[in-house]
Nanobody, 121 residues
Framework: QVQLVESGGGLVQPGGSLRLSCAVS????????RGWYRQAPGKQRELVAK???????NYADSVKGRFTISRDAAKNTLFLQMNSLKPEDTAVYYC???????????????WGQGTQVTVSS
C-alpha cells in the first residue's frame, strides 16, 4: 500500500520561507511523476510543481522563481522549498505520486492528507 505523509506546513509572514516534505512509503512498479498541488478555499486544486523522470518539469507561473521542487531518492522523500511567500500562496498543499503498483495495475494518482500553509502578517 502506498502512503504519502506531508509535513512542514504552518503560519509564516509574507516574504518568509517554508520547506514542505513528503515521505513516500510502499512499493510501486513504476512512477511517472511526483509533484505538489495546492487548494485554496473555494478554488480548485492546482498544480504547483512536478518532477517527471527525476527532473523538475513543471512549475505554476505564479511560483516560478520562488518555489523549488526536489527529491531525495534514497529516502523516497519529496520536498518543496517555498521562498518569498505571498498571502495568495495560502492553501492546503498536497503531495502526489502518479504510477502503477504492479505491471498490470492501472495508472493511479496517490495523495497525501495535505498540510496547511498560511501566509499572513
Amino acid at each position: 500500500q502506498v502512503q504519502l505523509v506531508e509535513s512542514g506546513g504552518g503560519l509564516v509572514q509574507p516574504g518568509g520561507s517554508l520547506r514542505l516534505s513528503c515521505a513516500v512509503s510502499g512499493s510501486m512498479f513504476s512512477v511517472y511523476a511526483r509533484g505538489w498541488y495546492r487548494q485554496a478555499p473555494g478554488k480548485q486544486r492546482e498544480l504547483v510543481a512536478k518532477i517527471t523522470g527525476g527532473v523538475p518539469t513543471n512549475y505554476a507561473d505564479s511560483v516560478k522563481g520562488r518555489f523549488t521542487i526536489s527529491r531525495d531518492a534514497a529516502k523516497n522523500t519529496l520536498f518543496l522549498q517555498m521562498n518569498s511567500l505571498k498571502p495568495e500562496d495560502t492553501a492546503v498543499y498536497y503531495c502526489n505520486v502518479q504510477g502503477r503498483i504492479t505491471s498490470i495495475s492501472p495508472r493511479n494518482d496517490y495523495w497525501g492528507q495535505g498540510t496547511q500553509v498560511t501566509v499572513s502578517s
